[in-house]
């Protein structure tokens, strides 16, 4: 496990930035919905209606999507991510949609941006998979006002338990220890590489949300959906119909 994870992802998307400009502009343009099986926000409800004169954070944007949805909703919007190659592509898109983002080029774990400055805050497959959970939470109920609300969806732990040393699609064996689960080095992996990515025991979650002073409103687990006729590379669909590839926390930084 390297210690320098930040600037290993920021390496690892800066070159895979232009691999995301035909999702962004998809999502962009689409309605509000969740991962991997873009699980409609009809069923999962994860923004509110109204965010009209609400200040939202999103903490690791990429491309800027869910940020676009923020706008939409009436928020006033700021976003951060590490790879300035996928803000070139938010800015344009943002431009191109008429939304006004606040983009920034940082780091979700230590934002610089000041205290209680935001109502909601949200990280899809952002600062929720790619910053350790310990820092970013912190910094999360940092940024917070009393009452703000705390989104993110990322990997589910069984899906790094089921998934192969080598980096294979998830399959049904217990391929490393839950016990102990933190950070995981996929630089050096047979297939697929990518960067550092962090997932906590689900004790060890709730305990974390504890320490902090986050309260649990809600949490899902998210399968394939019938009728899914693919998958991401490092998912097996089969696998994913009866095993939980993705989870979503939804938490309260209490008045
Ligand atoms: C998969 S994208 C998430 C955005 C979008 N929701 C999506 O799923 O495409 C992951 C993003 O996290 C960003 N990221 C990784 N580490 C980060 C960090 N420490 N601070 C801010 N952003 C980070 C990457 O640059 C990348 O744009």
């Known amino acids: 496990m390297t210690n320098d994870h930040i600037s290993v992802n920021r390496g690892v998307w800066e070159a895979d930035a232009k691999n995301w400009v035909a999702l962004g502009e998809r999502l962009w343009s689409s309605d509000p919905q969740w991962g ?3 699980v409609p926000d009809s069923a999962l409800r994860l923004l509110p209606d109204d965010l009209t004169g609400q200040d939202a954070i999103e903490l690791g944007c990429g491309t800027g999507y869910v940020s676009g949805w923020l706008a939409r909703r009436g928020a006033r919007v700021t976003a951060i991510d590490v790879s300035a190659g996928q803000l070139t ?9 008429g939304a006004e983002i606040n983009f920034l080029e940082g ?10 400055a935001f109502d909601f805050a949200i990280s899809e497959y952002g600062a929720a998979i790619w910053c350790r959970p310990e820092v970013w939470l912190r910094e999360a109920w940092r940024l917070l006002r009393p009452g703000g609300q705390l ?16 980096g294979a699609p998830s399959d049904r064996v217990l391929h490393r220890s839950y016990r102990g689960m933190w950070g995981a080095d996929w630089t050096e992996v047979e297939i697929d590489p990518s960067g550092v990515t962090f997932n906590l025991t689900m004790a060890d979650w709730v305990a974390l949300f504890r320490e902090i002073g986050f309260a649990v ?3 899902h687990e998210l399968y394939a959906p019938e009728g899914a006729k693919e998958a991401p590379p490092f998912v097996s669909l089969d696998w994913a119909r009866d095993y939980p590839s993705e ?6 930084k209490p008045v």
């Open 151 to 166: 989104v993110f969806l990322g990997n589910h732990p069984l899906l790094l338990v089921c998934t192969p040393m080598n």
């Open 89 to 97: 592509t938010a800015r344009r898109l943002a431009t191109e949609n």
């Open 247 to 252: 989870q979503v926390w939804v938490l309260r």
């Open 107 to 116: 780091n979700a774990e230590a934002t610089g941006l000041p205290d209680a």
């Open 217 to 219: 409103e809600n949490y």
């Open 36 to 38: 991997i099986w873009n």
